[in-house]
């Protein structure tokens, strides 16, 4: 049921972009986070400062070693709590850096790998930088909010001044010699709401542009490195890589075990049947041997459809081209292939794309409704790109959702999949538009 919070928020979305963002809770957000920044960074930069302050005097004896340690442990506490800070108000998803892993158990081992972490000097460093910024950026948010709000609402409140502020409003110059100005006139008063308004319509975007600052802070020092992050993504792709093969091993077994491996079995037995009867009734047995060369064909033909799901002949022997074409004639849509490639990328790169489009002509032919679709393969600089579009109904995604893939789940773990290789699975497809899947793919020779 409507409420009156989702009216006004209907009310507020149809204003421009300018005059709504005062309003808008994304700017609340970021003059609250910008309000916490200063006790939050008042809190490490004394912890930070102290902590390693008095862990470098106490270096001459052994327990300075242990006080650097516990500030530098305490610095990554309170990066995690900037890290969830940032999250809630800036919708800023920084993952956490990797954990400390010591080489051996032990409370030594385990505050040697605390100084020689890289990630821990690196929150002791934003625990230091960050505090002068967010000094700066918390005298500019409260004054930019209180000036602006008061200059607005100025023509509202400025009649219950007290009598000794002056005549009928605030007093902008006064020498103590009796000449004195005050913004008292209709002309001034009106000029001064103005220029309320024109403050807080800036007030939003001083905003946003002091809390990128503090987004590139929290990203570039509390968060895993640029290495950390890439081993990360390759972990990921590998074990991408691992299921997708273990999951063709699977299908390949099952394809086997329930097709040319049950025909072949009775076609043995139906040989073995045969040979008893050769003497006995040579007919019947002219018959069977004639349905178990039936059998053999049609055995034949799932073994060649079973390998050219592995790797189609026609992929390794003339290239993308040709096996693209082939596989444009087999859909059940006119499909139009145009392929500018100025020779063969690399064997994996190639086959990733051709199962990529496989699998996109199929989607198409399955479920798009489409009368036509179109297929582009070139190169761009270092990356083999490649787009699938038809003009069906639409509403596809590659996304996934909480209960596991969304709609179009097909497209879902070939995004996966073409992530693995660092390629990108792009999909435009609104309902009743068609869908246009654009794919990205490292070009390797």
């Given at each position: 049921?409507?409420t009156?919070?989702?009216?006004?928020?209907?009310r507020?979305?149809?204003?421009?972009?300018?005059?709504?963002?005062?309003?808008?809770?994304?700017?609340?957000r970021?003059?609250?986070?910008?309000?916490l920044n200063?006790p939050?960074?008042?809190?490490?930069?004394?912890?930070?400062?102290?902590?390693?302050?008095?862990?470098?005097?106490?270096?001459v004896?052994?327990?300075?070693?242990?006080v650097?340690?516990?500030a530098?442990?305490?610095c990554?506490?309170?990066?995690?709590?900037?890290?969830?800070?940032?999250?809630m108000?800036l919708?800023?998803?920084?993952?956490?850096?990797?954990?400390?892993?010591?080489e051996a158990p032990?409370?030594?081992?385990w505050?040697?790998?605390?100084?020689k972490?890289?990630?821990?000097?690196?929150h002791?460093?934003?625990?230091?930088v960050?505090f002068?910024?967010?000094?700066?950026?918390f005298?500019?948010?409260?004054s930019?909010?209180?000036?602006?709000w008061?200059?607005l609402?100025?023509?509202?409140?400025f009649?219950f001044?007290?009598?000794g502020?002056?005549?009928?409003?605030?007093?902008l110059?006064?020498?103590?010699r009796?000449?004195t100005?005050y913004?008292?006139?209709p002309?001034?008063?009106?000029?001064?709401?103005?220029a309320?308004l024109?403050?807080?319509?800036?007030?939003?975007?001083?905003?946003?542009?002091?809390?990128?600052?503090?987004?590139?802070?929290?990203?570039?020092?509390?968060?895993?490195?640029?290495?950390?992050?890439?081993?990360?993504?390759?972990e990921?792709?590998?074990?991408?890589?691992v299921?997708?093969?273990?999951?063709?091993?699977?299908?390949?077994?099952?394809?086997?075990?329930?097709?040319?491996?049950?025909?072949?079995?009775?076609?043995?037995?139906?040989?073995g049947?045969?040979?008893?009867?050769?003497?006995?009734d040579?007919?019947?047995?002219?018959?069977?041997v004639d349905e178990?060369?039936?059998?053999?064909?049609?055995?034949?033909?799932?073994?060649?459809?079973?390998?050219?799901?592995?790797?189609?002949?026609?992929?390794?022997d003339?290239?993308?081209g040709?096996?693209l074409?082939?596989?444009?004639a087999?859909c059940?849509?006119?499909?139009?292939?145009t392929?500018d490639?100025?020779?063969?990328?690399a064997?994996?790169?190639e086959?990733?794309?051709?199962?990529t489009?496989?699998?996109?002509?199929q989607?198409?032919?399955?479920?798009?409704g489409?009368?036509?679709a179109?297929?582009?393969?070139?190169?761009?600089g270092?990356r083999?790109?490649?787009q699938?579009?038809?003009d069906?109904?639409?509403?596809?995604t590659?996304a996934?959702?909480?209960?596991?893939p969304?709609?179009?789940?097909?497209?879902?773990?070939?995004?996966?999949?073409v992530?693995?290789v660092?390629?990108i699975?792009a999909v435009?497809?609104?309902?009743?538009?068609?869908?246009v899947?654009?794919?990205?793919?490292?070009?390797?020779?």
């Amino acid at each position: 049921m409507a409420t009156a919070y989702d009216a006004s928020e209907t009310r507020v979305r149809r204003l421009p972009a300018a005059l709504r963002a005062p309003l808008e809770g994304r700017t609340w957000r970021e003059f609250l986070y910008l309000l916490l920044n200063l006790p939050m960074a008042l809190v490490m930069f004394v912890f930070a400062v102290s902590m390693t302050a008095t862990g470098l005097g106490l270096l001459v004896t052994f327990l300075g070693i242990p006080v650097l340690a516990a500030a530098l442990a305490g610095c990554r506490a309170l990066g995690a709590v900037e890290r969830g800070r940032a999250r809630m108000l800036l919708d800023l998803d920084v993952g956490a850096p990797a954990p400390v892993r010591p080489e051996a158990p032990g409370m030594f081992a385990w505050v040697g790998a605390l100084l020689k972490s890289g990630v821990s000097w690196r929150h002791l460093l934003y625990a230091v930088v960050h505090f002068p910024w967010a000094v700066f950026g918390f005298s500019v948010a409260v004054s930019l909010w209180t000036s602006g709000w008061s200059l607005l609402l100025y023509p509202l409140w400025f009649r219950f001044l007290p009598d000794g502020a002056g005549p009928s409003g605030i007093q902008l110059y006064g020498d103590g010699r009796g000449n004195t100005f005050y913004l008292d006139t209709p002309f001034e008063i009106l000029l001064t709401g103005a220029a309320g308004l024109l403050v807080v319509l800036a007030t939003p975007w001083v905003f946003r542009g002091m809390t990128m600052v503090d987004r590139g802070l929290v990203g570039g020092l509390l968060g895993p490195s640029r290495l950390a992050a890439r081993v990360s993504e390759l972990e990921s792709g590998r074990g991408t890589v691992v299921d997708t093969a273990a999951a063709d091993l699977r299908r390949i077994e099952r394809d086997l075990h329930d097709g040319a491996q049950a025909r072949l079995v009775a076609l043995a037995m139906d040989l073995g049947l045969a040979r008893e009867k050769l003497l006995e009734d040579p007919q019947a047995a002219a018959k069977m041997v004639d349905e178990a060369h039936g059998e053999v064909k049609t055995a034949l033909r799932e073994l060649r459809d079973l390998a050219r799901g592995i790797h189609p002949a026609i992929l390794t022997d003339r290239g993308l081209g040709p096996a693209l074409s082939h596989l444009a004639a087999r859909c059940t849509v006119p499909v139009t292939v145009t392929t500018d490639l100025p020779h063969r990328p690399a064997p994996a790169i190639e086959g990733i794309a051709y199962f990529t489009v496989s699998e996109l002509l199929q989607n198409i032919s399955k479920h798009s409704g489409a009368r036509r679709a179109t297929v582009d393969i070139w190169r761009a600089g270092d990356r083999l790109m490649l787009q699938v579009s038809d003009d069906g109904t639409g509403g596809a995604t590659a996304a996934m959702s909480a209960d596991g893939p969304a709609p179009g789940t097909g497209l879902a773990g070939l995004a996966e999949r073409v992530e693995a290789v660092d390629g990108i699975l792009a999909v435009d497809s609104p309902a009743g538009r068609g869908t246009v899947v654009t794919a990205e793919l490292p070009w390797r020779d």
